[in-house]
């Protein structure tokens, strides 16, 4: 398996544009989240989906961020407007499910978004 | 809800010292424990895992760490750093009642030759 693969690694746009991350997790997980890495916060879950579904997205800053998983082998985190604060590592990670919830994250390369 | 505290931000030892990487966890049950590395410009890759059993838990690249409930604590150590052990090291909780995985802001982990 190729890991999970993010798209683009790297971003750069103006503020007030919109901005759509992607990720393909590893074939046969059940789990996938969405973290942003930043020096002030460090990393950060903000939204993970079990089979598709959204489980938790208390971690989303703002309703300017929304984050889909049409179907098993893609998801998507949009921002928009896009702000300058909004600069971050964002990291798509996935994991399998196992009877114990034994669950064990595996993490894309990362996609850095500069917003200027 | 669970939390993970990283107290140290940089930690800078001599190569071929030992090492030991501090974490506190803060959750009510049983948890699991990870530790992942993140070299520059990376992705994270999980260096070693606990979810019950033996406390003490070996890992890749000669890692090991050590789960003490007492303390609420799982410490990350190395007999012997070598300069490729340069990152930055996140110490992460997960529950059984749910999924997600929560992270320590991490420490960066510099060598001296």
């Known amino acids: 398996d190729a890991g999970v693969i993010q798209s683009p690694r790297h971003e750069v746009t103006e503020m007030g544009q919109e901005v759509t991350l992607r990720c393909k997790p590893i074939s046969g997980h059940d789990y996938l989240f969405w973290y942003r890495q930043t020096m002030m916060r460090g990393l950060e879950l903000l939204i ?38 909004d600069s971050a590592v964002y990291f798509c990670a996935s994991s399998p499910w196992t009877f114990r919830g034994e669950t064990e994250a595996f993490f894309g390369q990362g996609t850095r978004l500069t917003v200027v | 809800a669970q939390s993970v505290t990283q107290p140290d931000i940089h930690i800078t030892v001599s190569e071929g010292a030992s090492l030991e990487l501090r974490c506190n966890y803060s959750y009510g049950a049983t948890p699991y424990l990870f530790w992942y590395v993140q070299s520059p410009g990376q992705g994270l890759q999980l260096l070693l895992k606990y979810f019950s059993g033996d406390t003490l838990v070996q890992g890749i690249k000669g890692f090991e760490a050590e789960f003490k409930r007492s303390q609420s604590s799982f410490n990350l150590r190395k007999p012997s ?15 059984y009642r749910d999924d997600k995985i929560i992270f320590g802001k991490g420490t960066r982990l510099h060598i001296l030759p």
């Open chain 2, 81 to 95: 750093v070598h300069w490729s052990d340069a990152a930055e090291y996140f110490c992460a909780v997960g529950t």
């Open chain 1, 48 to 85: 993970y989906f079990n089979n598709n579904v959204p489980i938790d997205d208390s971690g989303m800053p703002e309703d300017r961020f929304s984050a889909k998983m049409p179907n098993a082998s893609f998801s998507t985190l949009k921002i928009q407007p896009s702000e300058p604060r």
